[in-house]
């Protein structure tokens, strides 16, 4: 196992590369992006990328030429063989071939488009053009690299022992974290954490740990380098940006309410009846439930990740009762902000009533608060 302490402190080289890989990013991408590769590969988007926490002026603590660095080393990368391989002939989800070979062959050949990097107001602002395929690609990469030069802009004064000190206080917060899951009765948890982690070593101890400590219990990861490198599932099947841009596509109010539900029909084409998790929450889930056909309601489940976890779970429980389902029979999978006392009473109030699992994202892979300041 890599002793991160040390190698945070003896960081000297040229360039110590955040994204290793294009597949160091979340499972759903590559999913998604298989998905609008068949429905949608001329569509032009942009994509930008500000800081939402204004108090964390992010162009003050890191260095432009450093982010420029890691930005372009990421444009220089493509899939190894080996990855390629993984990719084209794993079982994902019980099927194989998840990815067809129109799709891989234009994975294989994929270099990320150009990116446009500004600072306004002590922050970044980082805009990527093309088409949709390649540009949504960039997500990922591009937020975890934020985040982890983030990390380094902290430490970067750190003395050995005090680093020692601090990655050990760490590990001992999400091991107790780990203990206190233990006692969970049928727990389905994932790791979701890849977009804002510390780092991708930390991340990756984070998920060795939870092998460990969780067994069959801990149900895999979204960062597909990961997966394959720990030979554990990977996790992940859409997210907010389908719905977002079939809604800007839309050219009258008709198609507008139409286009969330769009999106899962394609879906529904593209995976043949697998990977049936509906995000309802893209414009608001009372609505997106409301109008829903009723094709929708026979799929497997729902992920909860805006507003109160609690009331959007119920809400959903009271849709399939409404549509004829049974809710003990539908799956619910909690995403947003989850911490070990949130996923322990979300466990409690709804184990039995439906099947639960979570997916733990920057409380599991970048729980530092209060160690540096």
Not at 199 to 226: H, K, P, Y
Not at 321 to 340: A, C, H, N, T, W
Request: hydrophobic content about 40%; aromatic content about 10%.
């Amino acid at each position: 196992m890599v002793d991160i302490a040390s190698r945070v402190y003896n960081h000297k080289w040229k360039i110590d590369p955040i994204v290793r890989s294009l597949i160091d990013t979340d499972f759903y991408k590559l999913l998604m992006c298989q998905s609008i590769f068949r429905n949608r590969p001329d569509t032009s988007v942009t994509f930008s990328l500000i800081n939402r926490t204004k108090t964390v002026r992010l162009a003050e603590l890191i260095d432009e030429g450093e982010l420029r660095e890691q930005l372009d080393h990421v444009r220089s990368l493509s899939l190894s063989r080996g990855e390629s391989t993984w990719l084209r002939g794993n079982t994902f989800y019980g099927k194989r071939q998840m990815f067809r070979p129109d799709f891989m062959e234009f994975l294989e050949g994929l270099r990320l488009p150009p990116y446009q990097l500004e600072k306004r107001k002590g922050q970044y602002e980082l805009t990527f053009e093309g088409t949709w395929p390649q540009v949504m690609l960039w997500e990922i990469p591009a937020l975890a690299i934020l985040m982890e030069l983030r990390s380094r802009a902290v430490l970067k004064d750190m003395g050995r022992f005090e680093l020692q000190v601090l990655y050990a206080r760490a590990m001992t917060r999400l091991w107790e974290k780990v203990q206190t899951l233990r006692q969970l009765t049928d727990l389905r948890i994932a790791d979701f954490g890849t977009r804002r982690r510390h780092s991708f070593l930390w991340q990756d101890w984070c998920v060795q740990a939870m092998i460990e400590g969780l067994g069959e219990r801990f149900t895999g990861t979204s960062n597909c380098l990961i997966a394959m490198r720990r030979d554990i599932e990977a996790i992940g099947t859409n997210a907010h940006e389908l719905p977002m841009i079939y809604a800007a596509l839309a050219d009258s109010d008709a198609e507008l309410r139409q286009a969330p539900y769009e999106v899962l029909a394609d879906w529904h084409e593209e995976h043949e009846g697998n990977l049936r998790i509906i995000l309802p929450d893209t414009y608001g889930t009372e609505g997106f439930l409301k109008h829903a056909p009723d094709w929708l309601a026979g799929w497997t489940g729902i992920r909860i990740d805006s507003g109160a976890p609690a009331e959007g779970a119920e809400a959903a429980i009271r849709w399939w009762r409404d549509r004829g389902e049974d809710p003990r029979q539908k799956l619910i999978i909690f995403s947003d902000g989850l911490d070990v006392d949130r996923i322990v009473a979300l466990h409690r109030q709804f184990h039995g009533r439906v099947k639960v699992s979570f997916g733990w994202g920057t409380l599991l892979t970048n729980d530092f608060r209060g160690f540096v300041p």
